[in-house]
């Protein structure tokens, strides 16, 4: 119960905030997409904890392997209906013309940012299956349903558009990282909502970058590799 209400109050979050958003430009804003979007989130939340606990577990050790697979297997199954599409979706490792020229230095940046993080906060050493699983299923799962399937349908939402470092940027890109964050830093218990702010911030910050790849280079190939690297190198320096 404690995950279905935390979630709830995410999506009321982005429910508020985008709505104000919406209403601030409504001539660049459908109201249907953010729906669509906060739905999607569910879903996510939903599959990521096995039904909130109702769909028996198969034994896969210590790290959440099933929900992450049944939620990349939607986000996938979703991303890939006529009214999305892979490629639009940025599931291919196709990188827009030129793109990669901008990207790898700001993706050098993204991988000195971990390792300093790593070097700060050392942490004790890692199983193999740890290694496993924060080398894979993370950012498959993650960067595919935020900079990927997510992106997309808030990018419809809020059709306003500035140019900012070389890429169209929109409310939705930046919804999409509040909402990153919000998964890591926000949820209910002991009959309260909680909040982490330094946990927002490690999240949501990075999460800016790994936007502004996916936008730059038209796929979540970065993204992925470079989430995968981040949340293994901090175990393994």
Known sequence: MNGLIGIAGVVGILLLVGGVLGWIRRDRFSPGWLFVAAGLVMLNDCLLTNLYGLLPVLPSGDWNWQGKALALTATLGIAGLPAFGWRACGFTLRQA??????????ALLYVA?????????PNEPASVETLAFQLTMPGLEEELFYRGLLLVVLARAFTGRVRFLGVEWGWGALLSCML??????????RGGFHFDPITMALT????????????????VALPVILHNFGNAITLMI
């Open 113 to 121: 940012l971990f390792v300093a993080l790593g070097l700060a906060f």
């Open 97 to 106: 013309p030129d793109s990669l020229t901008t990207a790898l230095p700001v």
């Open 204 to 219: 949501a910050i990075p999460s800016l970058i790994a936007v502004w790849l996916a936008l730059r280079t038209r796929s």
């Open 180 to 189: 990153f964050g919000l998964a890591h830093a926000f949820g209910f218990s």
